[in-house]
């Protein structure tokens, strides 16, 4: 009587809801619904991030419209909408995270699944001997890893006497058997054709029968394939379908004198049988398969089978795939295959074009150990590595466009103020480039990759100016990602355009050397976002009914919460918006009403906001600064460059100790920055 036991406990396991009986849909939709989201504001549009993508590690970065396509697709699956026909098939240029993104997927489901709750569970078949025709096999596992609730639901020949079986025996009510009953599916071929030999031998004694039976949680390690498989494009000669679906075994055939039993079918030498219980099946680059092969993918996506010779075994399967535009273009252009991408709801990957999230991605790349010389000794990172081959590797994956300059479309698309330009510009730039047919022309989708970047940050470690000054120096990024360029990148037009790109990156590198070098001669690491905090305090305070003609202005600061007393400097104020180009006074009334506008929205949203995504008004700050402390940017140079006099070897080696000790420097990197800060070189 155990037997009986073990799947009577089991169906009074998933009654108790101690275990859960469900598809792959289901789980993945539970798993990702059940950890939240937030909403975010990506180009211009509201849109959901899902909290188990940001998990871990090492998480996903970006890609929010993917995985909403994602998320949707899976809960309409769930739901038993069309999707559950259909694989999920990301389409992209190599290096922008598919597979990253799905393996990623992979591991979360694994970390869900081993929860004791959400376990799946599966059956065999035992003391087989006593059938008299298995020869030496005694034990036969479901080779489809069936749940056991699915034989619950076949037990008789006749539904009424399953649905009864449920109701009497595991205390079912009649909705409960209604949601059961709608994932059934027959037993495969082999576990259906064995119990009808456990019946016939137990005369249709069910008690006997049950006793065959043994329930068991499916192997959840990765290795062997199991809940969450990989199939891998193959080439032509090598690959067969019997890697997907497997094949007759001889092994088996030396055992069992039935010849029609399907039990002499390996199914497990396949990899669709090991995700057959309710796991997630990654075919990467499926149209890289041969023809034959992605018809037998046809069959499986749609019938959610695996068929082999007559014989079938429906699956629980959730099917995702990868693929790069070229190849997928190959494939559209043959019209004969146009019924496999009718069942494929395809989703375009674009490259990450917020270069803030690029920082996370980029950190990355460069690696997360501490990394060495090849003596062995310390490597230092330069603190503007990170941002310069960002800057660097987000602006070539930016379309140009009349309405936007290359700078205005990379910070609105991170979220950030460009000037006049709204977000709204951005999202009709984005909306016009998604009417092309060509995928490659949409926002996004061309430009340096993941593994460029890597490539760059590779030769940037090797590079012997790296090894003997023990420093990753930023602006040696941007020579080792024209390497690249000229390198990798093929298409001439590209070529041109992605060296156009990594000039603007350098100006804005250099922007930021400004900004650094004014920290540093303040001895101060955020001098310029008090100065430019300054003048956003005085504009906002200059017409203030408080005003007394000491022109002091008492305001509460939103970060602390404290009354401050703020000195408004109307020549300061006219100096920088001088510095921006505002001559007249409606000039600079609409700069102001604009400046008062972002920081009414944005305070509200974020007291922490500082306006240093403003580059146009950091710069004019800067250059002020510079001007009114030192004379002009041009005798601060002078001064670092010519150190013949004593004064200006004071101020050098000042402004190498602040850079040393309160901004992250090393003595190479803050020797290199002053230098390049001393040429005229990549000013915009």
């Known amino acids: ?51 188990i993508f940001r998990s871990g590690r090492k998480h996903t970065i970006g890609m929010y419209d993917e995985i909403n396509s994602f998320v949707s697709y899976v809960k309409d699956a769930a739901e038993g909408g069309s999707s559950k026909e259909m694989a999920f098939v990301l389409v992209g240029e190599p290096g922008n995270g598919k597979t990253f993104f799905v393996e990623f997927l992979c591991s979360q489901y694994r970390a869900f699944l081993s929860e004791a709750r959400n376990r799946r569970y599966t059956y065999r078949y035992v003391g087989l001997d006593q059938l008299g025709h298995y020869g030496r096999i005694t034990v036969i596992d479901s080779q489809t890893y069936e749940d056991p609730l699915i034989l619950a639901m076949n037990l008789y020949d006749d539904p009424a006497e399953n649905r009864r079986f449920l109701a009497e025996q595991g205390g079912f009510s009649d909705s409960a058997i209604e949601v059961i009953y709608e994932n059934y599916r027959p037993l495969g071929a082999c576990s259906g054709y064995i119990w009808n030999d456990i019946r016939n031998f137990c005369d249709g004694d069910m008690e006997r029968m049950l006793d065959f039976i043994e329930v068991m949680p499916v192997p959840m390690s990765e290795s062997l394939g199991t809940v969450t498989g990989k199939y891998p494009a193959k080439d032509k000669i090598t690959s067969s379908s019997v890697d997907l679906l497997g094949e007759e075994s001889i092994q088996r055939l030396l055992h069992i004198t039935d010849t029609n039993n399907p039990y002499r079918f390996d199914l497990r030498r396949g990899a669709l049988a090991r995700v057959a219980g309710g796991g997630i099946h990654f075919s990467d680059e499926i149209f890289k398969n041969k023809k ?21 075994w429906p699956i629980d399967t959730l099917i995702i795939a990868t693929s790069n535009n070229s190849e997928f273009n190959r494939f559209l252009a043959e019209k004969e295959e146009a019924p496999i991408v009718d069942r494929c709801r395809i989703c375009y990957v674009s490259h990450n074009t917020n270069y803030r999230l690029q920082e ?37 994956r930016l379309p140009r466009s009349e309405k936007l300059t290359s700078v205005e479309t990379m910070k609105l698309a991170a979220g950030e103020v460009a000037g006049e330009k709204s977000i709204k510009t951005l999202a009709e730039v984005i909306d016009t480039l998604s009417q092309d047919p060509d995928i ?34 930023a602006y040696d990024v941007f020579r080792t990602l024209e390497r690249v360029v000229l390198d990798y990148v093929m298409d001439t037009n590209d070529r041109a355009k992605y060296l156009e790109d990594l000039k603007i990156a350098k100006g804005l590198y250099r922007e930021r050397i400004m900004t650094e070098m004014f920290n540093a001669y303040m001895d101060e690491p955020y001098a310029i976002r008090k100065d430019v905090m300054n003048y956003v305090n005085m504009i906002i305070g ?135 800060f001393c040429t005229q070189e990549d000013e915009n």
């Open 1 to 51: 009587m155990a037997g009986q036991q073990k799947l009577i406990d089991h169906i009074a396991a998933v009654k108790a809801g101690e275990r859960v009986f469900e598809n792959a849909f289901q789980s993945v939709a539970r798993m990702i619904l059940g950890a939240g989201f937030e909403r975010a504001v990506v180009n211009g549009r509201t849109t959901y991030d899902f909290r």
């Open 292 to 312: 034959d092969l992605v018809q037998v993918y046809l069959g499986v996506i749609q019938n959610r089978a695996i068929e082999i010779d007559g014989y079938k």
């Open 360 to 396: 996370g991605l980029t950190s990355y790349a460069i690696g997360s150990e501490s990394k060495t010389t090849l003596a062995r000794e310390a490597l230092h990172q330069d603190p503007n590595l990170n941002y310069a081959a960002s800057v660097g590797v987000t602006l070539t």
């Open 440 to 473: 490659t022309k949409r926002f996004g989708q061309r430009g340096l990759g993941h593994r460029s970047l890597g490539r760059a940050i590779q030769l940037l470690v090797e590079n012997s100016d790296t090894n003997e000054g023990r420093c990753m120096v």
């Open 542 to 676: 200059i017409d203030a009914e408080n005003l007394g003609p000491d022109r002091m202005w008492k305001y509460k600061d939103p970060q602390s919460g404290e009354l401050r007393a703020l000195k408004i400097d109307e020549r300061y104020v006219k100096s920088v918006e001088e510095r921006i180009g505002l001559k007249t006074e409606e000039q600079r009334d609409s700069f102001r009403t604009s400046i008062r506008k972002i920081y009414g929205q944005k305070i509200s949203v974020d007291p922490n906001y500082d306006f240093m995504d403003n580059l146009e008004l950091v710069k004019a700050v800067t250059d002020v600064r510079l001007k009114s402390d030192i004379a002009g940017a041009g005798s601060l140079i002078g001064a670092l460059a010519n150190r013949t006099n004593e004064e200006n070897q004071k101020l050098y080696d000042r402004m190498i100790t602040t850079m040393l000790n309160k901004l992250g420097y090393c003595r190479t990197c803050a020797q290199k920055t002053i230098e390049y």
